[in-house]
T-cell receptor
C-alpha cells in the first residue's frame, strides 16, 4: 500500500509561468514533508521541507503548502525556469521513524522556453 | 554543500558475481541510508544505520547486506548478483534529530547481465 502518492507522472509548463506539483499521503502520523529534485543518473537534491505544525513554507521561488485535513501537499515554483526541468519527488516521515523517508513516485516537470 | 560520495557511478557485471557498492560521507552524520530506485518509480528504503555497528533492514526486502564499521563509511554488498538486482542504488545521510533532510550521493547504476 503506497503511503505517498504523486498521481501526475508528468507536467509541462511555459517558462515564466507557475508550476504546481501535487502530492497526497495516507498516513496521518506523517509529520514532516520534503520535496526533492532529481536529474537523470544523479541523486536527489533537497529543495524544501515543511513541518506538520505549519501550512506554508517559502524559499525563494519555491513554496510548499500543506493541507493536513486533506492529507495533501503541493510545491509551487514561480516563475518556472528551463533549469527547473527534472523529476520532483515528495517524501514524508514520522516522528517515531527517526527520519526515514517514504517517497512518492515522482513527477517529471518540463519547462519550455 | 553536501559531501557524500558513491562509487562506482555505473557498474555492469555478470550473474553470480559478488559486488560491493561504496558510500562515504564527510559530514559526520550518524544516520545513513540505502535506497533503491527503478525508473519511474519511488525510492525504496532497503537499509539504514543510526551509528557505528548499528544496521537495520528497510521497508523493501533486499538480498543485499550492509556494514557500518566507521561513521563515514556505509558499503552495500551483494554476494551473488542476479538480473533482478539491476537498479539504481542511492546512498544518503542525515544529521541526528527527528526532522532533518537526507543528503544523497550521485547513485550507482547497477546492471547485472
Amino acid at each position: 500500500d503506497q503511503q505517498v502518492k504523486q498521481n501526475s507522472p508528468s507536467l509541462s509548463v511555459q517558462e515564466g509561468r507557475i508550476s504546481i506539483l501535487n502530492c497526497d499521503y495516507t498516513n496521518s502520523m506523517f509529520d514532516y514533508f520534503l520535496w526533492y529534485k532529481k536529474y537523470p543518473a544523479e541523486g536527489p537534491t533537497f529543495l524544501i521541507s515543511i513541518s506538520s505544525i505549519k501550512d506554508k513554507n517559502e524559499d525563494g521561488r519555491f513554496t510548499v503548502f500543506l493541507n493536513k485535513s486533506a492529507k495533501h501537499l503541493s510545491l509551487h515554483i514561480v516563475p518556472s525556469q528551463p533549469g527547473d526541468s527534472a523529476v520532483y519527488f515528495c517524501a514524508a516521515s514520522t516522528y517515531n521513524q527517526g527520519g526515514k523517508l517514504i517517497f512518492g513516485q515522482g513527477t517529471e516537470l518540463s519547462v519550455k522556453p | 554543500e553536501a559531501d557524500i560520495y558513491q562509487t562506482p557511478r555505473y557498474l555492469v557485471i555478470g550473474t553470480g558475481k559478488k559486488i560491493t557498492l561504496e558510500c562515504s560521507q564527510t559530514m559526520g552524520h550518524d544516520k545513513m541510508y540505502w535506497y533503491q530506485q527503478d525508473p519511474g518509480m519511488e525510492l525504496h528504503l532497503i537499509h539504514y544505520s543510526y551509528g557505528v555497528n548499528s544496521t537495520e533492514k528497510g521497508d523493501l526486502s533486499s538480498e543485499s547486506t550492509v556494514s557500518r564499521i566507521r561513521t563515514e563509511h556505509f558499503p552495500l554488498t551483494l554476494e551473488s548478483a542476479r538480473p533482478s538486482h539491476t537498479s539504481q542504488y542511492l546512498c544518503a545521510s542525515s544529521e541526528a534529530g527527528r526532522r532533518t533532510e537526507a543528503f544523497f550521493g550521485q547513485g550507482t547504476r547497477l546492471t547485472v547481465v
